[in-house]
């Protein structure tokens, strides 16, 4: 057999192979060569400045169904991006359950989540719930927050809570649920409870 054919028959039966080996040769360099992407430092401060205000403002969000759930009013509101929190200066809040049972509460400054389920008032903060029989109870103290979804509201400061037959209770702080009803004082508590009326 000639020395070509053999020599073809070489080449043809390894080209695939040294295919595959110059391949693999340019795409390693390729890989070593690519510029990598800037990269940015971790240690970058958080932004604590709002990204919009609003002043006298009236913000509301409704369910699916179009009913009013929260309709939150100010004199300026402040939207902080880092948190997605945002930070109103008088705030009067009504909040509507689909069973039309409704909250209200005001106080001097609030700090809410940017979806407004949680809401903390400080200073002069009331929060006032009315079930569906129009019994009311009203929560007064420098701080409360509340829990707009799950209808609770807490304090670790002193509150003052009215009742609503009429008895004041003052404790050190307090956890309410208003679904269940349930009102828990904590520390030393006082309390004024109205006489009954004589059947």
Do not use: C
């Amino acid at each position: 057999m000639p020395w070509t054919l053999r020599l073809r028959e070489v080449v043809s039966a390894y080209l695939p192979l040294l295919l595959m080996a110059l391949l693999a040769l340019a795409t390693w360099w390729l890989v070593k060569n690519t510029p990598s992407a800037p990269r940015v430092p971790n240690d970058t401060p958080v932004r604590q400045e709002p990204d919009y205000t609003m002043n006298d403002f009236a913000l509301e969000r409704f369910s699916a169904d179009g009913r009013l759930k929260v309709r939150i009013e100010g004199d300026q509101m402040r939207h902080y991006p880092a948190t997605d929190q945002i930070e109103i200066d008088h705030v009067h809040l009504r909040a509507i359950t689909p069973d039309g049972r409704v909250t209200l509460a005001d106080a001097r400054r609030a700090v809410a989540t940017g979806d407004a389920s949680e809401v903390q008032l400080l200073g002069a903060a009331h929060v006032t719930t009315t079930d569906s029989d129009g019994k009311t109870i009203r929560m007064d103290g420098e701080f409360l927050h509340a829990f707009l979804v799950t209808e609770r509201v807490r304090s670790h400061l002193p509150v003052r809570v009215t009742a609503p037959d009429g008895g004041v209770f003052d404790a050190k702080g307090l956890e309410y649920d208003h679904g269940l009803r349930k009102l828990q004082l904590a520390g030393p508590m006082r309390g004024v409870l109205p006489p009954r009326a004589q059947r």
